[in-house]
């Protein structure tokens, strides 16, 4: 049976607080499928070439009224489940929440994903979307 090379491109960019500007070449599995993970988040379906269904579409999720954590989670982890096979036999948690600024009106939703000892967080909201 072959191994699997689990090399890929380093997506990491300037500003990332992981990024390192020496690095073409990422090899950690665990870096990969955070990579991965990362662009299927802020990717809008149709944003990628050839791969009309990636993405997660999380700001048009945002300001719909009828869309739960259960549901955004759930969008989520069929994009984990299509595009990041490296997960397959891993554990992995997945948390999604939503948030009201009373003051602003404002809603955010929170993204909560670990994996191993990495933790990611990201926030979608106020036409802001972060993470790591």
């Known amino acids: ?3 699997i090379d689990f090399r890929d491109f380093y997506i990491r960019f300037p500003g990332h607080p992981k990024f390192r500007d020496t690095r073409i070449i990422e090899d950690d599995i665990i870096s990969i499928i955070i990579q991965k993970y990362e662009m299927i988040l ?3 379906k149709g944003e990628v070439l050839g791969l ?14 009828k869309v739960s954590a259960p549901f955004v ?3 989520i982890s069929r994009q ?3 595009y990041i096979p490296e997960l397959v036999n891993m554990n992995y948690t997945l948390q999604v929440e939503f948030a009201r600024d009373l003051n602003t009106y404002q809603e955010a939703m929170f993204i909560y994903f670990k994996l191993a000892d990495y933790e990611v967080f990201a926030s979608i909201g106020n036409n802001i979307a972060t993470g790591f």
């Open 1 to 3: 049976m072959a191994s």
């Open 42 to 44: 802020f990717t809008n």
């Open 52 to 65: 009309p269904n990636f993405g997660c579409d999380l700001e048009r999720f945002l300001f719909q009224t």
């Open 73 to 75: 989670e759930d969008v």
């Open 80 to 82: 984990i489940a299509e």
